[in-house]
C-alpha cells in the first residue's frame, strides 16, 4: 500500500484537477491554478532557501524570465506582427507549443541563475539575497527598455490563456516529485550537509560550491516554468508583474510553512494564496473615511511572517513531511521512518 | 552635448548622489560589520525620514533644518526600537533569520504607508533660501545640492572622530571584528548595537530628506532601490567598514551618473541594471571590496 501512495495521490490530484475543471466557475479555477503556481514556486524557492542554506531572493526574476520566453515564443504569428512589429525576424515568425515553449524558458533562466551563481555563491551564502535582489531590478530594467521584444512598460497582453487546471497541477506534480527525489538523494543530504556547516561539509568531501550552485539554478528552473503557467493564466504581463511583492510572498510562504519541509511549503502556498484571497475583499469594504485599505493584506503576512520567526523559527512544519507527521499521528515511532527522522528529532 | 558647463552639471550631480548613496551605506555596512546582517529595512528608513520631514514643513510649519534634525533623531530612536523587538531575539538563531525578519519590517514600513498614507506621491517643497540658484567660479547650482554635500560631509567627519576617539566608537570598531572577545573584554555588546542602529538609522533619515529635497517627491516604496544601491556601494568600498562605505558610496553615484550622462540615450534607461551588474563584477573580481579584510571561515 505505502509503495502505491504516491501513484494513488498523483492520479487523485490530477482526477480532482480535471473535475474542477469542468464543474468550477472561472474564479475558483483561477484561485485554484494559482494555488498550484505557488506550490511550484515555494518548493522550487525551498531547496535554496531551505535546504542548501542560501537565501535567494530573485524567483520574481526568474518567473519573468519564463513569462517573457513563452509569451513571445507561443504568440501566434499574426497576432505578433501587430503588437510586436519590431521583433527580430526569427522570433516573428516561430510559434512553438506551450510545453516547448515552458522548457525553453526554463533552460534560460537556468542557465542565468548559473551565470549569477558563480560569482556570488562563493561568497558567504546572504550575498546571493541581494544579488538575486539585484537580477530582479536587472530583469525589470530590460523588461522596460528592450522595447522591440518586450513592448516595455505597456507589456504583451492577449497571450493565448494555456494554463488550465490540469496544466498548472501537473506542473506542480512533476516539481514536488522533482524536487522530492532531489531533497532524498545523495545530493539532497549533501545540500543539508552544507546547511549545516559548509566547512565539516566540504572536509566530508561534499563539493560545497556545485551543491549550492545546482540547488539555486534547479530552483530557478521551476520557477521559470511557474512564470511561464502564469502568463498564460492572467494572458498578460507587465514589467510590474514580476517585483519584488511577488517573491515577499513565496518568501513568507516557505518560511511560514517551514523552510526545509516540501509539504510545508505546499502548506505555506496554500495557506498564503487563500489569505490575501480573503483580506482583498477586506481591504475594500473594510474602508475608513471612503479609504480603502490598500495594503492591509502584505502587512498581515508580514507581521505573519515576523510572529513565526519569533516565535516559531523553525515555521509550521518545521523539517518534518506529512507522511511523518501522519504516522506520528497514528502511533507509529518516528525513529523506524528513514530519511527524516534526525532531522524532525532536532527541529 | 559635452560642454564645460555640462561636464561640470553632471559632477555636481554625481557629488549629490555619491553624498546620499554613502549616508545610507555607511548605516549598512556598520550593522553587517557588528552583525553580519543585511537589514533591507535600512532603506525604509529614508522613506520613514523623508515622511517626517514633508511632515514638519508642511503640517507643523517648521523651519528647514528642524525638518532634518527631527527626523534624524526620531527615526534613530524607531532603529533602536526595530534592533530590540525584531533583531536582538534572534541573535545567535542562524544568519538569515533576522534578514527574513528585516524583509518583514520593510514590508510593514512600505504597506503601513500605503494603507495610511496612500501609495500616491507627495510633492516635498522645498523653502525658496534651498532652491535658489548660485553662481561660484562659474559653476551654476542650487544651495540644496552644496547643502547635500556639505551637510554628508560634516556628518561622516562626526562620525569619523566618533568611531576613532570615543569609548563606545572604539567599542563598536572592536565588535565588527570579534564580538564575543569584545563581550569578554567586559564590553555592553547590547548597548554598542543600539548605538550602532540609532547611527545607522539616523543617518539613513537624514539621506531620505535629502533625496527628497533632491528629486521633489515621497513616496512609501522610494527607500527600496536607493538602500538596495547603498548596499553595492558598501559592498564596492569593502562590507563592513566605515572609510570603505564612504568611498563606495561617492564610487557608485560617480559611477550612475557618468553612465547616464555620457551613454546615448537609448543606453542609460539601463541605469539600474548597470548598478546591479556592477555588483555582479565586484562580487567576482573582488568580494573583499576595495578597503575590506577577507572574511576568515573558520570553524
Known amino acids: 500500500m505505502k509503495r502505491f501512495a504516491p501513484l494513488l495521490l498523483i492520479v487523485a490530484v490530477l482526477g480532482l484537477a480535471g473535475l474542477a475543471q469542468s464543474a468550477l466557475n472561472d474564479y475558483y479555477q483561477r484561485v485554484l491554478a494559482v494555488i498550484a503556481i505557488n506550490i511550484i514556486l515555494a518548493v522550487s524557492l525551498n531547496l535554496t532557501n531551505g535546504y542548501s542554506g542560501d537565501f535567494s531572493l530573485g524567483h520574481a526574476a526568474f518567473m519573468a524570465i519564463g513569462a517573457y520566453t513563452s509569451a513571445i515564443l507561443t504568440l501566434p504569428a499574426r497576432t505578433k506582427a501587430i503588437v510586436l512589429p519590431d521583433l527580430p525576424l526569427w522570433l516573428s515568425q516561430v510559434e512553438l507549443p506551450f510545453i516547448v515553449a515552458i522548457l525553453i524558458g526554463a533552460g534560460l533562466a537556468a542557465l542565468v541563475a548559473f551565470v549569477v551563481g558563480i560569482p556570488v555563491l562563493r561568497l558567504r551564502g546572504h550575498y546571493l539575497a541581494v544579488a538575486t535582489l539585484g537580477l530582479m531590478v536587472i530583469v525589470q530594467v530590460v523588461a522596460l527598455n528592450w522595447q522591440p521584444v518586450t513592448r516595455g512598460a505597456r507589456g504583451i497582453s492577449g497571450l493565448p490563456p494555456f494554463t488550465t487546471l490540469l496544466w498548472a497541477y501537473g506542473w506542480m506534480l512533476v516539481t514536488v516529485a522533482v524536487i522530492w527525489r532531489i531533497v532524498h538523494s545523495p545530493l539532497g543530504r549533501a545540500m543539508m550537509a552544507v546547511r549545516e556547516d559548509e566547512l565539516a561539509a566540504a572536509c566530508r568531501g561534499v563539493p560545497v560550491f556545485r551543491t549550492r550552485l545546482l540547488a539555486f539554478v534547479c530552483g530557478a528552473l521551476f520557477a521559470s516554468v511557474a512564470g511561464a503557467l502564469w502568463a498564460h493564466l492572467i494572458t498578460a504581463i507587465t514589467p510590474s508583474s514580476f517585483s519584488f511583492l511577488i517573491t515577499f510572498n513565496v518568501v513568507a510562504m516557505v518560511v511560514i510553512g517551514g523552510a526545509g519541509s516540501i509539504s510545508g511549503s505546499v502548506i505555506g502556498a496554500v495557506l498564503m494564496t487563500l489569505l490575501p484571497e480573503l483580506l482583498r475583499r477586506v481591504e475594500t469594504t473594510l474602508a475608513i473615511g471612503g479609504q480603502p485599505l490598500y495594503g492591509l493584506s502584505q502587512i498581515v503576512i508580514a507581521l505573519m511572517m515576523l510572529a513565526v520567526m519569533l516565535f516559531r523559527p523553525q515555521g509550521l512544519m518545521g523539517r518534518r513531511e506529512l507522511p511523518d507527521v501522519l504516522a506520528g499521528l497514528a502511533g507509529a515511532r518516528r525513529a523506524s521512518l528513514p530519511a527524516h527522522a534526525e532531522a524532525a528529532g532536532e527541529a | ?299
Not at chain 2, 548595537?193 to 537624514?206: H, N, P, Q, R, Y
Request: charged content about 10%; aromatic content about 8%.
Open chain 2, 1 to 299: 552635448m559635452l560642454t564645460p558647463s555640462y561636464i561640470a552639471q553632471q559632477f555636481i550631480n554625481a557629488l549629490n548622489m555619491g553624498s546620499i548613496y554613502a549616508l545610507v551605506a555607511i548605516g549598512l555596512t556598520m550593522v553587517y560589520g557588528i552583525l553580519r546582517l543585511i537589514n533591507f529595512a535600512h532603506g525604509d528608513m529614508m522613506t520613514v525620514g523623508a515622511y517626517l520631514a514633508l511632515a514638519a514643513l508642511t503640517v507643523l510649519a517648521l523651519p528647514a533644518w528642524a525638518a532634518l534634525l527631527i527626523p534624524m533623531f526620531v527615526v534613530g530612536a524607531l532603529g533602536v526600537l526595530i534592533e530590540r523587538l525584531a533583531y536582538r531575539p534572534l541573535r545567535g538563531a542562524p544568519e538569515v533569520a533576522m534578514l527574513i525578519t528585516s524583509l518583514a519590517i520593510s514590508s510593514l514600513i512600505e504597506n503601513g504607508a500605503t494603507m495610511t498614507l496612500t501609495a500616491q506621491p507627495k510633492p516635498v517643497r522645498l523653502p525658496a533660501e534651498l532652491t535658489q540658484r548660485v553662481d561660484v567660479l562659474g559653476l551654476n547650482f542650487a544651495v540644496m545640492d552644496a547643502a547635500i554635500v556639505a551637510l554628508a560631509i560634516a556628518l561622516m567627519a562626526a562620525l569619523t572622530v566618533f568611531v576613532r576617539r570615543t569609548t563606545i566608537g572604539i567599542a563598536m570598531r572592536a565588535c565588527s571584528e570579534n564580538v564575543r572577545v569584545t563581550q569578554l573584554m567586559g564590553v555592553d555588546v547590547n548597548r554598542v548595537i543600539a548605538v550602532a542602529f540609532a547611527i545607522s538609522a539616523g543617518l539613513a533619515a537624514v539621506a531620505g530628506v535629502l533625496w527628497s529635497g533632491k528629486f521633489g517627491i515621497v513616496d512609501p516604496f522610494m527607500g527600496f532601490v536607493p538602500g538596495l544601491k547603498a548596499f553595492v556601494a558598501a559592498v564596492i568600498g569593502g562590507i563592513g567598514n566605515i572609510p570603505g562605505a564612504m568611498l563606495g558610496g561617492y564610487l557608485l553615484g560617480f559611477a550612475e551618473v557618468f553612465f547616464v550622462a555620457f551613454m546615448p540615450p537609448e543606453v542609460s534607461g539601463y541605469r539600474d541594471a548597470f548598478v546591479f551588474v556592477l555588483l555582479l563584477v565586484v562580487l567576482l573580481v573582488r568580494p573583499t571590496g576595495l578597503l575590506g579584510a577577507r572574511e576568515v571561515n573558520r570553524a
